[in-house]
């Protein structure tokens, strides 16, 4: 990216922008494209069909601003909120359709933002366009969604209707009872940020006819970002975060997708994340050196070499799972685990100011979705050592706020222990953890009464939906 201090005052693109490419680019995809359709002239195109027209159709804007303002989420570099979409829209529609059509709407630059990646201790780089733009994108890809769903193969599952994690996590099952049981794990460096713009634009030109579209979309990969005040151009990649990018990576991708059903392979993927099925080691390393340079060669995509594996598939970690040595069951992969575990410790802290109240809703609010996401694995005796763990953790919590000796002797009472036991435990020289783990205060404080209190457990959620 090249970076300027233009702040707010970002560039709007023009057609030269879009011809510009790097020397490297340019060897590289002098053959990808013709691009004569793409002009802000539309009067010098001849359309062969008006898909334009159907995107920003009254209908189709509708939807897409509902759909917009039901995901909510936060402003764009305009500070526009979605609240403000529909009086905005009522008010200003015609105009931004005619804009649009004319070739004269160019899109604003994302607002960057980072989120931490799990488990890692990196930040994820997210770009979040404007409401507005959100809803053109949103309409776009209501639009390009049905038309490359027939494109799609059936072993993509990401970003996709009628498609889940879960449904590729059970594929990958199904290939390992199958016998196929060595696997090449691939990682893409840096998808998003990587991806050839004017790849992109071919691959969308063999199926959209409408070039205004090609054209439309081209504006929203180099939009910009702005980071602070700082402007920054967009000459590679996707912005990740916008209705948009789901689709668009899915269209990159199902041209990996397409050459290995061409070679015969098994494979699973969701979104970036592929995995690629072998009978045999020897099998795998091969599928492994002769994809890779179709990857980076043809798709220009970066294959990150260190993190790129040929193993066994007891060895990988797909989509948060992992399989057991004896017939490919499905298990909770161990890092996931650990960061379940650190999430617990985050909200069961001893020194957090939440209400009771508050801290059961959010055990709530992380154990369901966290479990109804995990269901396909077998970890029931593993949710029970966690429930026990956690469970001490919300005594340890008690004893905390209880604080002084007097108040812990008060509230053992009045949880039926005797007189002695009370004592004994309140006026203990013994930290809250360890406290925690004595039995007297286990039978105080133990399955039944912190259920009856209103704390959640995994098992309990897990024996509701489980499905192994």
Not at 192 to 220: C, P, W
Request: glycine share 6%; with cysteine; net charge positive.
């Amino acid at each position: 990216m090249n970076v300027t201090e233009t702040g707010m005052e970002y560039r709007q693109l023009r057609i030269e922008d879009f011809l510009k490419e790097g020397p490297a680019e340019q060897e590289k995809n002098s053959k990808v494209y013709a691009l004569g359709m793409i002009t802000e002239n539309n009067a010098d195109i001849t359309w062969k069909k008006k898909l334009m027209e159907s995107i920003l159709s009254p209908s189709n804007l509708k939807r897409a601003v509902k759909k917009v303002k039901s995901n909510r989420g936060a402003a764009g570099a305009d500070g526009m909120q979605v609240e403000e979409l529909e009086s905005y829209f009522e008010e200003n529609q015609e105009k931004l359709v005619e804009r649009i059509l004319s070739g004269r709407y160019h899109p604003r630059p994302v607002l960057r933002v980072e989120i931490p990646k799990e488990g890692t201790g990196k930040m994820r780089k997210l770009g979040i366009p404007t409401v507005v733009d959100r809803v053109i994108q949103q309409a776009i890809a209501q639009k390009l969604s049905p038309i490359y769903e027939k494109q799609f193969q059936e072993t993509s599952y990401g970003f996709r209707p009628k498609r889940s994690a879960h449904d590729a996590v059970k594929k990958c099952r199904e290939y390992i009872e199958e016998g196929y049981e060595y696997v090449v794990d691939m990682d893409l460096e840096k998808f998003f940020d990587t991806v050839s713009q004017s790849k992109m634009a071919s691959i969308l030109s063999r199926t959209i006819e409408d070039g205004r579209v090609i054209s439309l979309i081209h504006k929203y990969m180099r939009a910009g970002v702005l980071e602070g005040e700082r402007y920054e151009r967009t000459e590679t990649g996707i912005a990740q975060g916008g209705p948009l990018s789901p689709l668009l990576s899915n269209i990159m991708l199902n041209e990996l997708d397409k050459e290995l059903e061409k070679r015969n392979h098994k494979y699973v993927r969701y979104a970036d994340d592929a995995v690629i099925f072998c009978r045999s080691l020897k099998s795998a390393e091969r599928t492994y050196e002769k994809i890779v340079p179709y990857i980076e060669g043809k798709l220009f995509l970066k294959v990150n070499q260190e993190k790129t594996k040929v193993c066994r598939y007891t060895e990988i970690k797909y989509l948060g799972y992992g399989f057991y040595h004896k017939g490919g069951r499905i298990r909770l992969h161990p890092e996931t685990l650990k960061r379940m575990k650190r999430r617990i410790r985050e909200l069961t802290k001893r020194k957090s100011p939440w209400p009771e109240e508050y801290r059961k809703e959010k055990l709530k609010e992380y154990i369901r979705g966290w479990v109804n996401y995990f269901k396909l694995a077998d970890m029931g005796s593993k949710l029970d050592r966690i429930d026990s763990w956690m469970r001490r953790r919300i005594r340890a919590i008690y004893l905390k706020r209880w604080k002084k000796p007097k108040t812990k002797y008060k509230m053992l009472i009045k949880l039926k222990l005797s007189e002695s036991e009370a004592r004994k435990l309140a006026y203990s020289s013994k930290k809250e953890w360890r406290i925690a783990f004595n039995q007297t205060i286990h039978r105080a404080l133990g399955v039944k009464k912190l259920k009856s209190l209103g704390y959640p457990t995994f098992s309990y959620y897990y024996s509701k939906v489980c499905e192994n």
